[in-house]
């Protein structure tokens, strides 16, 4: 991609990100209240849909307003709604309320589409919080439900989504990479941008990982297309992330950073942690390949701080490597001892990690 591309999105996105914080978080909350009948609860509905992941704090507000007017809706609009006071509530970490509340939609509703929607998503709460069979037996009965889902654009792709994520946390390359590709197959029939941006940006990050180079190069700028045509900051950045990986295997690691720095102030201003420290440590190991040992030290002990916060092992094992790294460079053998082993000792603990997840699905699987 040429550089007069990147400039013109980088512009493009802080403005969509402004003015999607004032405008979608504010005027259309602002507005909601005026127009609550049946037909405005759903259109509200929607715009939680959407907003769920990419505008957070706009998500809030809604569920908000929804949550006052409960008795108001009708039995459809319940259960989508406590689907998405689950998703919200696990973003905010409270993962016993979050998985309460989906438990029960799953136990009380009669509409298989949502039942399914919720399988896959507490299957992605329960793995992270380390109740791995529990996860693989959730996401075994969503798996079993995709084909009975309804038609509606969102549903089957929320759900292979979920699916695609948690095989992926789970080291299951391959499945993930599976379901990426039922993803990417069905939302190519529904073409909506937001769709069509994370379904590129998974099946791209997943395809790097096994080093299939060229069809992440391919899919990864078909994200970047279509997560700047969807007005999306996050996948946007994290779109973004992996075209500088890919920059920087092609050598190209000085007109990386030039997008990192010109997109970080930016990514602060969202505020949203994961997504921040994802992009740090991309900025931080690209000074460290350019040899900027000072600022890649800065960026990777503010990112290390992030990490230690969100308890992040994996995170902080990237770090760790980055720190022993550039202490080794700079001369400070002791502290890059340190930092070394706290890699390797990370690395184990998640290698076991991966393996009680894995060993968890296979007896899940066995007694089907």
Same mark, same amino acid.
């Given at each position: 991609?040429?550089?007069?591309?990147?400039?013109?999105?980088?512009?493009?996105?802080?403005?969509?990100?402004?003015?999607?914080?004032?405008?979608?978080?504010?005027?259309?909350?602002?507005?909601?209240?005026?127009?609550?009948?049946?037909?405005?609860?759903?259109?509200?509905?929607?715009?939680?849909?959407?907003?769920?992941?990419?505008?957070?704090?706009?998500?809030?507000?809604?569920?908000?307003?929804?949550?006052?007017?409960?008795?108001?809706?009708?039995?459809?609009?319940?259960?989508?709604?406590?689907?998405?006071?689950?998703?919200? %509530?696990? !973003?905010?970490? #409270?993962?016993?309320?979050?998985?309460?509340?989906?438990? +029960?939609?799953?136990?009380?509703?009669? *509409? /298989?589409?949502?039942?399914?929607?919720?399988?896959?998503?507490?299957?992605?709460?329960?793995?992270?919080?380390?109740?791995?069979?529990?996860?693989?037996?959730?996401?075994?009965?969503?798996?079993?439900?995709?084909?009975?889902?309804?038609?509606?654009?969102?549903?089957?792709?929320?759900?292979?989504?979920?699916?695609?994520?948690?095989?992926?946390?789970?080291?299951?390359?391959?499945?993930?990479?599976?379901?990426?590709?039922?993803?990417?197959?069905?939302?190519?029939?529904?073409?909506?941008?937001?769709?069509?941006?994370?379904?590129?940006?998974?099946?791209?990050? %997943?395809? !790097?990982?096994? #080093?299939?180079?060229?069809?992440?190069?391919?899919?990864? +700028?078909?994200?970047?297309?279509?997560? *700047? /045509?969807?007005?999306?900051?996050?996948?946007?950045?994290?779109?973004?992330?992996?075209?500088?990986?890919?920059?920087?295997?092609?050598?190209?690691?000085?007109?990386?950073?030039?997008?990192?720095?010109?997109?970080?102030?930016?990514?602060?201003?969202?505020?949203?942690?994961?997504?921040?420290?994802?992009?740090?440590?991309?900025?931080?190991?690209?000074?460290?390949?350019?040899?900027?040992?000072?600022?890649?030290?800065?960026?990777?002990?503010?990112?290390?701080?992030?990490?230690?916060?969100?308890?992040?092992?994996?995170?902080?094992?990237?770090?760790?490597?980055? %720190?022993?790294?550039?202490?080794?460079?700079?001369?400070?053998?002791?502290?890059?001892? +340190?930092?070394?082993?706290?890699?390797?000792?990370?690395?184990?603990?998640?290698?076991?990690?991966?393996?009680?997840?894995?060993?968890?699905?296979?007896?899940?699987?066995?007694?089907?």
């Amino acid at each position: 991609m040429s550089k007069s591309y990147f400039e013109k999105a980088m512009k493009t996105t802080v403005t969509i990100i402004y003015g999607m914080l004032m405008l979608i978080g504010f005027n259309n909350v602002a507005q909601s209240e005026e127009i609550l009948e049946p037909h405005g609860y759903s259109n509200i509905l929607e715009a939680i849909e959407i907003d769920k992941t990419s505008n957070i704090e706009s998500a809030k507000k809604y569920i908000e307003l929804l949550e006052k007017d409960y008795e108001k809706l009708n039995t459809d609009q319940k259960e989508l709604f406590t689907l998405f006071k689950g998703h919200a %509530l696990a !973003l905010e970490g #409270k993962f016993d309320e979050s998985t309460q509340q989906l438990e +029960e939609l799953i136990r009380n509703s009669k *509409n /298989e589409t949502l039942v399914t929607r919720a399988h896959a998503l507490v299957a992605n709460i329960y793995l992270f919080s380390g109740n791995y069979e529990q996860a693989y037996q959730h996401a075994s009965d969503a798996i079993e439900g995709l084909e009975s889902m309804d038609s509606h654009p969102w549903h089957k792709y929320a759900a292979l989504q979920n699916l695609t994520s948690l095989f992926r946390q789970s080291g299951m390359t391959n499945t993930a990479i599976g379901y990426a590709r039922q993803m990417l197959k069905v939302v190519s029939q529904n073409k909506h941008p937001l769709q069509l941006c994370g379904s590129y940006f998974e099946l791209a990050d %997943l395809e !790097l990982s096994i #080093k299939s180079v060229d069809m992440a190069r391919i899919h990864s +700028e078909e994200a970047m297309l279509h997560c *700047n /045509e969807a007005n999306d900051p996050i996948y946007y950045t994290l779109a973004l992330d992996l075209q500088t990986k890919l920059m920087a295997q092609a050598n190209k690691s000085d007109k990386a950073l030039e997008l990192l720095k010109e997109h970080y102030p930016v990514v602060k201003s969202v505020d949203y942690k994961t997504m921040t420290n994802v992009f740090e440590i991309r900025l931080a190991s690209t000074y460290l390949e350019l040899k900027d040992f000072s600022n890649a030290q800065t960026i990777a002990e503010l990112a290390y701080q992030r990490a230690e916060e969100l308890n992040d092992k994996v995170r902080l094992m990237e770090l760790s490597k980055i %720190l022993a790294s550039v202490y080794s460079e700079t001369g400070e053998l002791k502290k890059a001892v +340190e930092y070394y082993r706290q890699y390797i000792d990370l690395e184990k603990e998640i290698d076991i990690m991966t393996n009680k997840r894995k060993m968890a699905y296979y007896m899940v699987s066995r007694r089907k």
